[in-house]
């Protein structure tokens, strides 16, 4: 009999694993793992695009000509070495997902198809390779 503790591992306990195993691309990361770290990202890319909102509100609303241009050029410049410092990480973590799903790191160049996006998050999602849930290996 599994375990629910082994299924759905805590948030911090996966954050902490994924920054220990940030350039290791052999290991395996289950699917829960993957979306909760993919939900931090989120979180934070929502933040800093608010964050942008807000300095065009500021600069629209109150006619900030350098201070708002200062304020949408730092939200920009915080955006783009966000981006920068997730890149990689996301990427190895997306290559362990599929690693785990049992299937081959090239199906990231689906990006670049009109519906790949589609496509790979549908692969992200199926379950672990040799998980007993697992209604591809029955």
Do not use: Q
């Not at 920068?84 to 690693?99: A, D, G, S």
């Not at 790949?116 to 007993?132: C, K, Q, R, S, V």
């Amino acid at each position: 009999c599994l375990s629910l503790e082994r299924k759905i591992p805590n948030i911090d306990n996966v954050y902490i694993r994924f920054c220990k195993k940030i350039n290791d691309i052999h290991f395996k990361c289950i699917v829960n793992e993957y979306w909760n770290i993919m939900y931090i990202h989120l979180c934070i890319f929502i933040i800093l695009f608010v964050s942008f909102s807000i300095c065009m509100l500021l600069k629209v609303t109150f006619c900030l000509d350098k201070m708002g241009s200062f304020l949408i050029e730092g939200s920009i410049i915080v955006s783009i070495i966000n981006f920068l410092v997730t890149l990689w990480p996301n990427l190895t973590i997306t290559k362990r997902r599929l690693n785990d799903a049992g299937l081959s790191w090239v199906i990231l160049f689906f990006i670049f198809l009109p519906f790949g996006p589609m496509i790979i998050i549908y692969f992200l999602a199926t379950p672990t390779e040799n998980d007993e849930w697992n209604f591809y290996s029955k």
